[in-house]
């Protein structure tokens, strides 16, 4: 079996951008045949077509241009293809197309808001709007 295209996380054959969005940033990664992704909390194996899109909120304006500085609030994932998954809270084979979307959990005793506007066909048009209660960047 020879496979046209192989990727590692940010590695290999895979699309990676980062995506200026309204009050966030978008990492996007869209990857061909065999790929896999690997990250703290999650490990997945991907033959087919993977895409991933973490939108992040600017936590401190200062540093708007990087993911340094930001808060991952959302993970959106498509698969086509044959996928397997094993996160904090699933695992899981899949064939065909599987859409999963996972938003960060709200920590005991954190008090803030949070808004978000997310089509993932638009990323750019993210908006991601967080006020916390406490005094974060130094500025509030």
């Known amino acids: 079996m020879q496979l046209s295209a192989c990727s590692i996380n940010h590695l290999g054959t895979a699309s990676h951008d980062v995506v200026p969005a309204n009050d966030g940033i978008v990492d996007q990664l869209t990857a061909f045949g065999l790929h896999i992704e690997t990250r703290r909390d999650l490990f997945s194996v991907t033959l087919g077509r993977y895409r991933s899109l973490l939108a992040y909120s600017k936590i401190c304006k200062q540093n708007s241009t990087t993911i340094l500085g930001t808060s991952l609030e959302l993970r959106f994932t498509v698969v086509e293809g ?10 899981g084979l899949s064939i065909g197309r599987r859409e999963s979307l996972r938003l960060r959990p709200i920590g005991l005793g954190e008090s803030s808001f949070r808004r978000i506007l997310f089509d993932p066909r638009r990323p750019e048009a993210t908006v991601v709007q967080i006020d916390f209660d406490e005094n974060i960047c130094g500025v509030h």
């Open 82 to 91: 044959l996928g397997f998954v094993i996160n904090g809270r699933e695992a």
